[in-house]
């Protein structure tokens, strides 16, 4: 008997013994994306044995569920998507993969839903090693994994040398709104209080090291993780979260730009309130960069009503993503004729200056 | 008044009167893959407008729907991917917009899902035209249309010139599965009927013919459309379909050798029974290639009992997409000690030969 093979054999549905297919090749070439057996191949040896579940092995187009199931969880279907073309491919404190499987997890999260299936479609650049789709596909799943999560369809294309950056990967998601949450940009109303999980910027400062922009000996990692725990325990002590969204491109300053015009407020920071680590604050010092722009892979801004403020901070920092939570600012009404949608800071020095959306580029390629 | 400014005002929520935003750039550059004010302009400008729907115009970060209008179209959900990386962007037939929908509509179509909601995902090189992006955008939005679904959610992102080809759409789909249906690769039995919808071959060869690797006079277009309507005609007449599936990179041969192989059967195909338009055929002879295995983009293969053979071509013909329905081959048992899974063509001049899956590249960057 080979104990290489592994055989299941489903009740009434016996099937062929197959070694697994594995791919002799070092490197990605244009027949892996053919559609044909080299195809195939790729995709047995690397993403079907990573993210290891039935749906996916059994390469159907589509990954199918009983609606039923979904039901038991909550009312509401959420449904998003991303594309993650960040460089390098991996950095302190995560890769391409981790991003590609927490960022969606987390735009899931942040409107209540319990993230359940993602789907994997890469787009690969002749050349590229396979180890490399190993590793990335490695890391995929152990952030499935913590998450609570499966990759259960995918797709894989193969683009010639120059025509793409190494690897891209996309990531659609789908969880069910819990019963009991209505969460909306629009939701924020004077007196609630703004609160975010940790320390600012270290996402955006960890590609910046990566890319040797920027040479620092501290140990400045990217906060990349799921929220989806996190979230799950805020909403327990407090379902009526008015406002939660991640922290990523653009920074805090555009999640609060876009909760203040939406829910036509006007919304103060307090300068000294926010959580910057020391080596992150250097390092925007000496390039001249806001860390409140800078880019987050594990941040979130909250807007909670005031009453549940504490709570919500208590059960935030029980939880390992939010131990450094802390209350950032106020939500305000706009005074009759006044400019709404602004948010304003109350800075270290007693001034008071307005923190606008982000114009232009600050980091391209960022996530 | 100002009759160019369009006012929107729902029951209780009264909205910020704002003129549309406006990209004036003429080519994309970084910023607008920022998270900032330059990608939300993008985003309204050019597929806020064109998707024309509320839920994807709230701008948040996921779509959202009640589970219980979809537990009224079947009982089980149906999640796909797809990344578009074709080459050239615009081809006779269609673009890489027409392709991005018709392709996930049709994967969540031959499982008997009823196609629903899109996400649309673009990478972008820095540089492409906004009035390229504009067009793509507006041929999703014509075949989202044609195919009943909304485009509901989607990201932006952009990378430096040289780092992606122009443009990359990935569409991931979910739709909801008829309750009478169960459509898989491994239902054929030896007896059933296979039938295909049409011509083979076109999108392949209008791809050869639009990269002006071949110098042809002849009216070649892709076939690239969304099957949905098309399955639904066949479904109605026949729940008990065994085997569906859309023949795209691989062709016809692959999807039917992936049958037989699943379903542990023998497939017999009827060469002289092949639909195939004249130009295609003398463009394969002159190139060395092998129609089987062109991508089509509107073409299905499916595997029905021998009873209800009759009623599905019937509908079929009946249907805009299906008037060149034919049978083109059959299902056979495997002899024991045979080798399964294979697909054997009875060729026109009397003999027979093995059609095996695709091996190597046909053609790169088909869809």
Redo the contacts between chains.
Sequence with gaps: MNDRVAVSIEPG?PR?VRPPRRVNDVAV???H????????DLIEDVFVSAFDNPTLA???????????D??AR????????????V?PLFFPGGDIGTLAVSGTVN??A??G?TPL?L?????IEEGLAVDVLRRVAASMQRIALEAGVAI????T????R????KL?V?T?G?G??RRDVSI???NARPGDVVIVNGFLGDHGAAILVARQQLALDADIKSDCCPLNGLIAAMLDVCPRIHCL??A????VA?VLN?FA?SS?VRIRLDETALPLREPVQGACEILGLDPL?L?NEGKLVAVVPADAAQQVLTAMRAHPAGREAAVIGTVEACDEGAE?GLVVMQTTFGGQRIVD??????L??IC
């Design positions: 549905e062929r070439n244009l027949a994306g053919s559609g044909g057996r080299a195809m195939r059994a390469l159907e187009d589509q990954a199918v569920f009983a609606l039923a979904l039901a909550g009312d509401r279907l959420a449904f998003t998507t991303d594309s993650y073309v460089d735009d899931l942040v409107c839903a299936y789907s994997c479609a890469v787009v259960v369809t995918g797709d294309k193969v683009v010639e120059g025509c793409a950056d891209f996309n659609a789908i069910v709104v909306s940009a629009r969204r991640d990523t491109r653009g920074g555009t876009e015009q036509r722009y880019a709404e959306m982000l114009v232009g580029e600050q391209p390629r």
